[in-house]
């Protein structure tokens, strides 16, 4: 029998074309070609439930953190990091990406089929003391 996130990976084609970069971190595109659940997650950074920010000063420690709430918000909904299809990183400028990409790759581990990813530096987030947030876009099962 053919579980639900097997059928959803007939719906959700992931495309590296040969002419571009293959990277184990994102893939270069995804197509959405059934019927399945649209899950837009809102920008997450550092903060905990009662809305302290953790590792202040520290992008790698807040980069799990993100993660954490990243794998939360998802989970609310029935849905893992293995549904995202889009995931666009905020990173205050001056930061260094490495920490937060060695965070986000241990968080993603050995699954297949990564997301789009693009990481973008900016002058500031709405929390002065938050370092990095991440929004993404899941598509799940019905």
């Known amino acids: 029998m053919t579980s639900r996130s ?44 009662i809305g302290n920010i953790i590792g202040i000063g520290d992008i790698g420690k807040q980069a ?24 666009t990183i905020y990173i205050v400028q001056g930061q260094p990406m490495e920490p937060g990409y060695a965070a986000y790759l241990r968080a993603w581990g050995n699954r297949k089929n990564p997301p789009t990813v693009s990481a973008i530096y900016v002058a500031g987030l709405a929390r002065p003391e938050a370092l990095l947030e991440i929004d993404a876009v899941a598509v799940a099962p019905v």
């Open 6 to 49: 097997e059928m959803l990976f007939e719906q959700v084609r992931h495309v590296n074309p040969r002419t571009l970069q293959r990277n184990p971190a994102y893939s270069q595109v995804i197509e959405v070609t059934e019927p399945v659940r649209t899950i837009y997650v809102s920008g997450q950074n550092a903060v905990d439930r």
């Open 64 to 87: 799990e953190q993100v993660m954490s709430n990243l794998k939360a918000a998802l989970n609310a909904v029935d849905a893992g990091l293995e549904h995202l299809v889009k995931v």
